[in-house]
């Protein structure tokens, strides 16, 4: 049976035959009818090469077209073996939350494992290698000990106190230089603490494995970073921790309090952290080797500005039946340490700006405002002769003044500049007195040449794409070698700094790595439709993850299930000389659509008529407009698509061109002039027809219903269809990005026929959530993880899928990004609510009341599966391959691991779908929060797996499913357009680069101008017949 009926109706192919969809089918034309009931023999399965079909897959990322044929490092050659599988464990029993102990909101619980398989070589379980490491403790040990600390900061006697004295809460940092001298003077023979050793939090708390007497007091505490200060630490208040409500709830005995058995996490968490954390960079997870001590593991990725740190990531998680230590490598951004104004040049060169000047009159504004959005809050030192000063730029940062033209009034001394101030008071001639001042905090300046910046500053902003190649060589480990690394991470660190600690608790961790039990489900065959019209048509097997369409010298072998129909197209280039090039490529491209299934009669000669060579000073908008006329004159109707020709790779001109283009509602396609050589490659035209079949409405493949089981068929027997297809429900993927001191993008999309195959999109822009009146005075703004709009943006989706008139499906998935689990009780309260209040006002809807029959009583059932790509656990297989037996290899696409590693309580896997090209496969991880549906391990694993398979911008399975995978791309390119519309219109933050409530209100508004403005034309896209996907 072809996935949910249909040869495809309704479409008609260039030679003008047509087939008729069945009255059985539903949905729109086209994607109806009873399909054949014969099981496909498949076709010829080869790796593609990745060239710009889809996403790239560094890291084990989310998938698509990469470099390659299917090589790059981590793969190994031969057909993978495997070690024999641990016992699986047993189904977890479940404790009871202790009455009154607080709110929990529970995800579903793990009600079975997973069983289906590939059944390949008869091996139903496979053994592979995790980076966790099992945590024990000591049965005798049923209890620590939590103390409260106080630190009270005071002037050191002798020196003058300050004119303005320090308020307000101690920053972390200096909390734990405080604890690093506090430490430092116990063994020196201070004994404050009796031989009871505690571990530190980095905030205010402790904790020991036996009580302290009384309570403890430490005077007289100095610290480098402060000289003028000294520090009172008090240690108090001690409570018990005890450790049975933790034991009860990971062995599923007895009960649990909620509050005792988190505060027992946090234990192993801060006894595992104390030693890292001392002797590290570090933050609350990661630890990075202090400058000096990097041993290769550091790389400037842009000359003066950034450099990128390679460390190590060190969590305790619980998991079935205990708890575990996952450590994985990772790496963090840095500011490049050294003079400001070396730095201030770094960064003016990576924004393009050549040979820069740092005299006041040269930088341009703009250049003001990026450097001070970057150094805000950057931790500097101020070099003032015989004394250092440490601190934050607080202030306004760069300011358009030099050190002769800033005044103010000197005690005894009446107006002097900055210049002749610190000649007169620190002896200081300064040498380039050209450069800027920094106002460190407000009216206290220094001149840039003083300034050095501290090794510590995080880089918080996204690298640009010059830099992400940059730092890819440090970043991109294969598999042996991250296995490796994670290894010697245990062998020497956790040893030396942790494990002595640790043994004070009665913790332990084990030596090697976890084995654990993996799976692999068979991928869904591919289906397309067949070139000669009727009959049965061809289905591909991926292997590995890809397939490729086969071309048979004259033609394809396999034609797209719905081919969209090219009317009217126009290109843009910036080069003349690329005229005869571009119609050369675009006539063997059209030529190659038509062979792929796509109508390109109306076109009548194939080679282009409206190329548009863009003038010197015509902006975007002007070059669309041009081009749009001259396909209006060729072809007698608008233009559907336009291309635009880049001569350069991340060119500024895209996110324009892709706003105005989708704000016209015509659709895009951007394409690299280096590309038009290869008139011949067959496998760049099939990754171009996939886009733009997509984005102008058409459907390049589907999954055969068959086959969406993830059991391997046996020959000449008919497969079985999984949930999937078995209930056609309806998709949601639902994404949120964020961006610094910006307002988010929410985006929501959803199947729009029971293929699961075509989506539309909703999308929003969302406030930053502003500090309270009563918080402290530099309290930040922070980031909403809820999408506030969720409520409109299902309904919208909801009315989309019913336009023709019939029911939405009685269930329905959301497939949610972008939250983890502390957030999942908000989110069930909150988010799911707003969905299941969107199905009520659709019900009620006065239009959808009239157009549908019945809808009274549409009442459908909720599946809502959290999709989390920012985790640390991998996994390996270690026996390597038939020709290259015990080697370190990734593991296969379609691999799943259900126990061993996973939640506690909770429905969880970690899924491979997709083959990763370069470094280690990173896998998904899946948890259900809500199952109305009542959905085994088996269902829910299949339909995750099969959804990875629905991905049409290239042939391979992605690490996500399709529609949250879009919903992803969308969030990006909306967000693009706002960050390009804020650098084009007037800054609202003022040169210092700090955002204030007022600027950030305006930041928002003008950001829902933007999306505002696309409504018409994304409108457009979503209600064509079916919706076209213009994001592809």
Known sequence: MSYYGGGGGGYSNQGGRSSQGSPQGQGYPGYGGQGQQSFGQGGRFVSPPGRGGGPPNRGGGRGGGGPGMGGGRGRARGRPQYRPAPPRPALPSFAEIEPGSGEFVEPKRRLDFGTVHSHRNGENRIGLTSNAFEISVVDARVEWHKYEINIQQSTRP?????????????????????????????????????????????????????????????????????????????????????LESLRNYLTGQGTFHIGQMTEALQVLNVAFRHGPALAFLSTRTSFFPPPGQNNGDEIE???????????????????????????????????????????????????????????????????????????????????????????KIRGRGLVKQRPRDHYFDVDGHGRMN?????????????????????????????????????????????????????????????????????????????????????????????????????????????????????????????????????????????????????????????????????EEFFEALMQKAALIGMNVVALGNLRPRAIYVRQRGDSVVQAINAADRLAQQAYNAPAQLVVYMFGEANSP???????????????????????????????????????????????????????????????????????????????????????????????????????????????????????????????????????????????????????????PPQNLLFLRDGISEGEYGAFIRTEVQEYRRAIESFKQDPDMLKAIKGLEGYSPRLTVVACIKGHHVRFFNEAGTDEQPNRTINIEAGTIVDSDVTSTRSADMYMAAHAAILGTTRPTRYE???????????????????????????????????????????????????????????????????????????????????????????????????PAMWWM
């Not at 084995?515 to 439709?529: A, D, K, L, T």
């Not at 005075?777 to 019913?802: F, G, Q, W, Y």
Request: proline fraction near 7%; aromatic fraction near 8%.
């Open 418 to 582: 900055v210049e002749e101030y610190l000649l007169a008071t620190f002896q200081i001639r300064l040498k380039h007195s050209e450069y800027p001042l920094v106002e460190v905090r407000a009216g206290v300046y220094y001149p840039v040449e003083l300034i050095t910046i501290d090794p510590h500053n995080k880089y918080l902003s996204r690298l640009d794409p010059a830099q992400q190649s940059a730092a890819a060589g440090l970043q991109i480990m294969p598999p042996a070698e991250k296995l490796g690394r994670i290894q010697a991470v245990r062998a020497s660190h956790i040893l030396r700094q942790c494990d002595p600690i640790l043994a004070r608790f009665g913790i332990s961790i084990g030596i090697s790595p976890k084995s654990v039990i993996g799976r692999i489900v068979h991928p869904p065959q591919i289906e397309y439709r067949s070139p000669q019209g009727g009959g049965q048509n061809p289905r591909l097997s991926p292997e590995d993850g890809s397939w490729m369409m086969n071309w048979a010298g004259r033609g394809f072998d396999q034609w797209f299930i719905r081919g969209a129909q090219i009317r009217s197209y126009a290109i843009i280039t910036p080069n003349a000389r690329d005229v005869r090039r571009i």
């Open 653 to 807: 001109d895209y996110s324009v061109f892709k706003f105005e283009s989708t704000r016209r509602g015509i659709a895009s396609q951007a394409l690299q002039a280096q590309k038009l050589a290869k008139t011949r490659d067959i496998q760049l035209a099939v990754n171009l027809c996939l886009k733009i079949n997509s984005k102008l409405a058409g459907q390049s493949v589907r999954l055969e219903a068959n086959s969406t089981s993830g059991l391997k068929p046996q020959q000449g027997v008919l497969g079985t269809p999984g949930w999937l297809a078995l209930v056609k429900p309806m998709v949601f993927g639902a994404d949120l990005s964020h961006e610094a001191d910006k307002p988010s993008v929410a985006v929501i999309t959803a199947t729009m026929h029971d293929q699961a195959i075509i989506c539309a999109e909703e999308s929003s822009v969302q406030p930053l959530l502003e500090p309270p009146s009563n918080a402290a005075p530099h309290a930040r703004p922070r980031k909403s993880e809820i999408i506030i709009n969720a409520h409109d943006m299902v309904l919208s989706l909801l009315k989309t899928r019913a336009s023709n008139g019939s029911l």
């Open 928 to 1026: 259900v929060l809500v199952d109305e549906n009542n959905l085994s391990a088996d269902e829910f694993q299949t339909t995750m797996h099969s959804l990875c398979y629905t991905y049409q911008r290239c042939h391979k399975s992605v690490s996500l499913p399709a529609p949250v995978y879009y919903a992803h791309l969308v969030a990006g390119q909306i967000r693009q357009w706002v960050l390009s519309g804020m650098a084009a219109r007037a800054p609202s933050t003022g040169s210092s680069g700090v955002s204030t409530a007022a600027s950030r209100l305006q930041d928002f508004n003008g950001a829902q101008q933007i999306l505002n403005d696309t409504h018409r034309g994304r409108q457009g896209f979503r209600m064509s017949r079916p």
């Open 158 to 242: 002798g020196v003058p106190a300050r004119s303005r004295p320090s308020t307000g809460a101690l920053p972390r940092r200096y909390l734990r230089e405080i604890w690093i001298e506090i430490e430092r003077l116990e063994r020196a023979g201070a004994n404050n603490f009796g031989g009871n050793d505690p571990v530190y939090d980095g905030g205010l708390a402790c904790y020991t494995e036996k009580p302290f007497p009384q309570d403890i007091t430490i005077p007289n505490i100095q610290i480098a970073s402060k000289p003028r200060d000294e520090f009172t630490v008090r240690i108090f208040n001690g409570i018990t921790v005890p």
């Open 301 to 391: 990725i842009s000359p003066n500005f950034l450099k990128l740190i390679r460390g190590f990531f060190a969590a305790v998680r619980p998991c079935i039946g205990a708890t575990q230590l996952i450590i994985n490598t990772t790496s963090a951004s840095y500011l490049k340490e050294g003079t400001l104004w070396l730095f201030m040049a770094g960064f003016l060169e990576a924004k393009g700006v050549r040979n820069p000047s740092l005299s006041v009159a040269n930088i341009p504004d703009v250049s003001y405002i990026q450097l001070n959005r970057v150094l805000k809050n950057v931790q500097i030192e101020v070099d003032r002769g015989q004394s250092k000063l440490r601190t």
